[in-house]
């Protein structure tokens, strides 16, 4: 690691001037601390956001619940508001890495660092969740924009994830064995504006299936989801799958997630 220094700030606002300053924000430190130790990143300046007490919470507002940026992954497995009304975040949580991954990374970490394999694009993209920042609310399906890349300006941070409440939804996640995170993860849901497929693990970035969209609009069954043919031609493959064996991974747990909301 090279040497930094480490700012505590006890507002927003005050981590908001820090960050327009250049600062890095540090959150749960899942990926960033990891990559500092790599020496991957080289950041200067860190503003640790631990300290900030309304960044952290759960609350209903209306039809929605929306997640403090550094709300932790364990507390949104066990939010029993999150258990109740979107019971596949919930099972979205309890299942993103190990332990100490759960204690310790945040929502706002995970939304805002965007990686390809994680699992919080997926159900922001599929239940149509919105992104609160320090400047303004960016919608899910303007957020996130390829590897690594989001809708974020320099400076600009994360306060919260709104989540409206669905009809149903279900995870699908078939783990990567080594690091945990989705090989190929989807998420299902049925809202007020029809079915979402939002697809991660597969490709660069999270995208949503409109071929598996569809579909399920007009028979909202595994086996409609089973008819659909899924191309490879735009998925990854590395040493851990094929990309043809993704395109059989997004169909299959699509088919598995259907199945689950069906009961
Ligand atoms: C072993 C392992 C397994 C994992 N498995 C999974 C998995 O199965 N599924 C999954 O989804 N994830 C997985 N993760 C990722 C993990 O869940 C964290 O969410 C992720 O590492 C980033 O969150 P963090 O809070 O640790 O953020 P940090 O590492 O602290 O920050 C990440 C990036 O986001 C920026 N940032 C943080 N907070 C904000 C904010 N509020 N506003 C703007 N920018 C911000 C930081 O500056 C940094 O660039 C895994 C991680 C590890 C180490």
Redesign the pocket.
């Known amino acids: 690691m090279y040497p930094f220094t480490l700012d505590r700030p006890a507002t927003i606002a005050d981590a908001a001037a820090l ?1 327009a300053a250049g600062a ?12 500092m130790k790599l020496r991957l ?1 080289n950041p200067g300046h860190l503003a640790d ?1 631990a300290g900030i007490k309304e ?1 952290s919470g759960i609350k209903r507002e209306g039809n929605a619940i929306v997640i403090g ?2 709300t ?2 364990r507390d949104v497995a066990t939010s029993t508001d999150v258990q109740a009304l979107i019971p596949a975040l919930a099972e ?1 949580a309890a ?4 332990k ?3 204690a ?10 965007n ?1 390809p ?5 997926s159900a922001l993209l599929a239940l149509g969740a919105t992104v609160h ?1 320090t400047q303004r609310k960016i919608a899910a399906a303007d957020f996130f924009q390829g590897m690594f890349a989001t809708a ?1 300006n320099a400076g ?4 919260a994830v709104a989540f409206p409440v669905p009809k149903r939804a279900a995870y699908m ?1 078939f ?1 990567q064995p080594a ?4 090989l190929v993860g989807v998420f299902v849901a049925q809202t007020g504006d029809g079915v979402r497929v939002a697809v ?1 693990g597969a490709a660069n970035g999270v995208f949503r299936h409109k071929g598996l969209e569809e579909a399920l609009s007009k028979s909202f069954t595994a086996q409609a989801a089973a008819a659909v043919s899924i191309d490879a031609t735009d998925l990854n493959h590395d040493i851990h799958a094929s990309a043809a064996y993704r395109a059989n991974l997004i169909s299959v747990q699509t088919q598995r997630a259907v199945a689950k909301m069906l009961g």
């Open positions: 960050s890095t924000v540090l959150a749960g430190g899942q990926t960033l601390l990891a990559s990143s956001l960044l940026a550094m932790r992954h979205l299942h993103i890495g190990d100490q991954v759960r310790m990374g945040t929502i706002g970490g995970s939304v805002a660092n990686d394999a994680a699992c919080y694009p920042t974020l600009e941070l994360i306060t996640k783990n690091s945990r995170f989705a991660t």
